[in-house]
């Protein structure tokens, strides 16, 4: 019976951090940044999602993965270094109105506490969609974040809708 309850803690545990994202993001690569005998390496781990609100806009992040014990496990405690970049990749096209703010994607970074969020705004006048990430944590908040714009251009023949018209004021 313990061995049980402990197997669905390990897989609760190695699960978690991918758990309550939106959209699973495609994990593009790791890379190694310390090397760990006998267990997982630290890495940074490079992601792309697609907005799943705007077609024809694709964000590619990157978050620190801890190797060790704890990372091995799945209950290291994550650093909040993010690192995000956004592009238009083919037409864009709005599928709802959203308002400033609004959360893109999320996933956990540790079994309870810390969070990472992409979050989506417009900027009216440049016509621009505006992406933040961010890592917050129950206790300390949030200081590291990064941001990437997408200006709403013309794709072939296609103009581009204004951001501002998709905007729920």
Same mark, same amino acid.
């Given at each position: 019976?313990?061995?049980?309850?402990?197997?669905?803690?390990?897989?609760?545990?190695?699960?978690?951090?991918?758990?309550?994202?939106?959209?699973?993001?495609?994990?593009?690569?790791?890379?190694?940044?310390?090397?760990?005998?006998?267990?997982?390496?630290?890495?940074?781990?490079?992601?792309?999602?697609?907005?799943?609100?705007?077609?024809?806009?694709?964000?590619?992040?990157?978050?620190?993965?801890?190797?060790? !014990?704890? $990372?091995?496990?799945?209950?290291?405690?994550? /650093?909040?270094? %993010?690192?995000?970049?956004?592009? +238009?990749? *083919? =037409?864009?096209?709005?599928?709802?109105?959203?308002?400033?703010?609004?959360?893109?994607?999320?996933?956990?970074?540790?079994?309870?506490?810390?969070?990472?969020?992409?979050?989506?705004?417009?900027?009216?006048?440049?016509?621009?969609?505006?992406?933040?990430?961010?890592?917050?944590?129950? !206790?300390? $908040?949030?200081?590291?974040?990064?941001?990437? /714009?997408?200006? %709403?251009?013309?794709?072939?023949? +296609?103009? *581009? =809708?204004?951001?501002?018209?998709?905007?729920?004021?």
């Amino acid at each position: 019976m313990l061995r049980k309850i402990m197997g669905a803690v390990l897989a609760m545990a190695v699960t978690a951090p991918m758990a309550f994202a939106a959209d699973s993001p495609e994990l593009i690569f790791k890379k190694s940044t310390v090397w760990k005998f006998l267990t997982p390496d630290h890495k940074l781990a490079t992601y792309a999602i697609d907005d799943p609100l705007v077609d024809g806009v694709a964000c590619h992040f990157t978050v620190p993965e801890k190797g060790g !014990i704890s $990372g091995m496990f799945g209950v290291a405690e994550e /650093t909040s270094d %993010v690192s995000l970049a956004c592009r +238009q990749v *083919g =037409p864009i096209k709005f599928k709802e109105k959203f308002e400033q703010g609004d959360e893109m994607f999320r996933t956990r970074r540790s079994l309870v506490f810390k969070k990472t969020r992409i979050v989506r705004g417009c900027d009216e006048k440049r016509n621009t969609l505006v992406y933040l990430i961010y890592s917050d944590k129950l !206790i300390e $908040g949030s200081p590291k974040n990064s941001t990437s /714009t997408v200006p %709403v251009m013309p794709w072939g023949t +296609q103009e *581009g =809708p204004r951001c501002g018209d998709w905007l729920d004021k």
